[in-house]
Structures are given as structure tokens and as C-alpha cells.
């Protein structure tokens, strides 16, 4: 890098648009390498994407900011040397008050990625440097250049563009005003979440419910069913594994071994994990628990919960399968209730909710004919 374009060094600053706060989106991105025919994606994909939306713009709402004091959008695209440069200094600030954001990666290449930006790092086996995929957060600030950096002086966050070390970062937000600082780099990272939203246009929805149905066929006995709530009422369950021989493990030191679990001793599973939303079981071949069900989904308690039901074979009058139906219906994907899962969860008869309380799961049957 020439001295004259040194971005360390530059002094020349320029005043550009203010930027407002965003609560940052964060996430695990998952890419299924899709290439099919194009198929439009089913409503309820939409409406998930839409109510998690809502769910950061409440976190935004309520004020809730992040605990670093300041974002950095970097990408690979950068000189090697201005990358090195901020990773350093975010460690002797102790690396965790500075977000590194990246915009994306090339599918199925993230490894790749992960390399090249701890190759920058003073030790590339240790995490001490805060590095985030966040498309959103690209999208948010309107970044199509790096380095960006976002400041928080007080109780305001201030933009400064172009590269610069992070103490003149922070010095820029202090005389408040957002700034153009030292030179720019385009972004070689692609926006992962349009890639996402390419393929998710183009994925044959229509053909992977025919295999779905296909795979269900395959291994749900058409003869598993649940009888009909009667009374309604209330059971609770314990899940438990019963170790089926020693367990054992290295001992102190690595010197020797010790007993982690015997033969035949019994856990209660749910002191070890969590029911992490409410399971919720139903016969699909019956009107009037679809409309419990649909009910029961409009409750705050409920929208997350996990819809499984049992007569999934059942074929419907139109001539597609219930399973189908249920998942416009409930804008949602609903999931075959095996007799092993059923067993797991303590279900005896339909519709029933699960949900756990303390180490145990209570299941309330109701009786679909007095709920109307």
C-alpha cells in the first residue's frame, strides 16, 4: 500500500448521512446447495420469516443494545495487512468490545472463509476475536463497502467510513457526526441471504412433499393410531434412559478410568435437557381437532409449539394427503407422531399438549367434542 493512501494516516474526513441504531440480526445460515425447478415457496415459510421480523423490531423497540461498543464490517476483499491491523487491535482492547460482521460466504465454501480471516489473527487457534456472518446487518446500514464502522459514544452510535484504526474510530464519534475517513474496499463475500432467497425460489417445494410423503409411506405403519379424548384430564410423565452397560471415561490425568454411568441405573432425562416448546398431538383425520389445533396456534404461549399427528395416512377427499392440507392450514409443518415418539412423550389418546414443568411433562387431554 502506497504511503500517500495510507489509511492510517489519512486526515482527510468528510461529513456523509447519519445512520440509526439496528438491533442486529443473528443467525445460523444453512445451505442446502438447491437446484431444481422453479416453484413458488409455501406460505407459511414466509410467515415464520416474517413473525422473526417482528421479533427483532420489538427487541429494537424495547432499546436493547448490544454489549460491544463497536461494529466492524470488514471482508476479505481488504488488504491483508488492514485486516491483521484491526484484529490486533481489537485484542489489546481485550477482543470482545469490538463485532467483526462479514456479509456472507460463498455456499458451501464457509470453511474457507473461516481460514482466511484466522490466518489474519496473531494466534489462528484461539477465539478471541468476535467474527459474525450478518447479511442483515449489511443490508440494515446499507454497506457496499468496507471497512465501516459503527461506534457507540454515549448513548449514540456515529458511522465512519473508510479505513482508519479503531482509537480514530472512536475519536471521530466523539466529536459527534459521521465521517469519511480513509480509503474503501469493495465486498468479495456475496450476500448470503440472497443466495438463499434465489434457491429458495427455485427449490421444487411441491416435488419435496411428494418425497416427504413418499419417505412417511415408507416408515409409518398405516395401523398406529391414538384413541379420542373422552375426559378430559391431566397426566404427567417422566422420560427416562436406562443405561444399557458401564460407561466409562479417562481418569484424572488421563490415568486410568472411571465409572461415568452402570448398567441398568435410570435418568430422568429432562434434568439433563429441556422441552424446549410445547408439543402438540392430534388426529388428522378429525374436523374438530384442526380447529382446536388452528385455535390453540393464535395463543402467544402456543405459536412456537410443535404440531405432530397421528392417522397421517388418511387421505382426504380431494385426493392429497392430510398431512399436506395441515401444513397450509396451519401455515406451519406438521410432523408424523411414530409410536416410539409417542411413547417418549407419554401420549395415551388425542388431541393432548405436552409441555415439561420442573423434571417432568404434563399431557392435558380435552375433549374435542365439549370444545366445539
Not at 37 to 54: E, F, G, I, L
Not at 64 to 85: E, H, K, W, Y
Not at 257 to 276: E, I, M
Not at 301 to 319: K, L, N, P
Request: aromatic fraction near 8%; avoid cysteine; charge should be positive.
Amino acid at each position: 500500500m502506497a504511503e500517500s493512501r495510507n489509511p492510517w494516516q489519512d486526515n482527510k474526513h468528510q461529513v456523509t448521512k447519519p445512520v440509526q441504531l439496528q438491533q442486529s440480526a443473528q443467525g445460523t445460515l444453512r445451505d442446502y446447495g438447491i437446484t431444481s425447478v422453479s416453484s413458488p415457496a409455501p406460505q407459511w415459510t414466509s410467515d415464520m420469516r416474517d413473525q422473526y421480523k417482528q421479533s427483532v423490531k420489538s427487541e429494537q423497540e424495547t432499546g436493547a443494545l448490544p454489549d460491544f461498543d463497536m461494529q466492524v464490517f470488514i471482508s476479505t476483499g481488504m488488504p491483508d495487512g488492514v485486516l491483521r491491523s484491526l484484529f490486533r487491535q481489537s485484542l489489546d482492547e481485550g477482543g470482545k468490545r469490538v463485532r467483526f460482521v462479514v456479509r456472507g460466504f460463498e455456499p458451501q465454501k464457509i470453511g474457507e472463509l473461516i481460514h482466511k480471516l484466522r490466518m489474519h489473527l496473531p494466534d489462528p487457534y484461539k477465539d478471541e476475536v468476535l467474527v459474525e456472518v450478518d447479511p442483515n446487518a449489511f443490508r440494515s446500514y446499507g454497506v457496499t463497502s468496507v471497512p465501516v464502522y459503527l461506534v457507540k459514544n454515549k448513548d449514540k452510535w456515529f458511522s465512519i467510513r473508510g479505513a482508519v484504526s479503531l482509537d480514530g474510530a472512536r475519536a471521530m464519534a466523539r466529536k459527534g457526526g459521521n465521517y469519511k475517513a480513509g480509503e474503501s474496499y469493495a465486498v468479495a463475500e456475496p450476500d448470503i441471504l440472497s443466495v438463499i432467497e434465489d434457491r429458495a425460489k427455485k427449490y421444487d417445494w411441491e416435488g419435496a412433499f411428494a418425497r416427504a410423503r413418499t419417505r412417511a409411506a415408507q416408515n409409518i405403519k398405516p395401523s398406529f393410531d391414538l384413541p379420542t379424548v373422552v375426559k378430559e384430564s391431566t397426566d404427567y410423565f417422566v422420560p427416562t434412559f436406562t443405561v444399557p452397560e458401564d460407561v466409562t471415561g479417562p481418569g484424572p490425568d488421563g490415568k486410568g478410568t472411571v465409572v461415568l454411568a452402570k448398567a441398568g441405573q435410570t435418568f430422568n432425562l429432562l434434568q439433563h435437557t429441556r422441552l424446549q416448546v410445547p408439543v402438540i398431538a392430534i388426529d388428522a383425520g378429525d374436523e374438530r381437532q384442526i380447529q382446536l389445533v388452528r385455535g390453540w396456534l393464535k395463543r402467544p404461549e402456543y405459536r412456537a409449539a410443535d404440531v405432530f399427528i397421528v392417522g397421517s395416512m388418511t387421505s382426504a377427499q380431494s385426493g392429497n394427503v392430510v398431512m399436506e392440507e395441515l401444513v397450509k392450514k396451519f401455515n406451519r409443518p406438521v410432523f408424523p407422531l411414530v409410536k416410539r415418539l409417542g411413547d417418549r412423550f407419554g401420549i395415551q389418546a388425542v388431541p393432548a399438549i405436552v409441555e415439561q414443568e420442573g423434571d417432568r411433562l404434563r399431557i392435558r387431554y380435552f375433549n374435542p367434542q365439549t370444545k366445539g
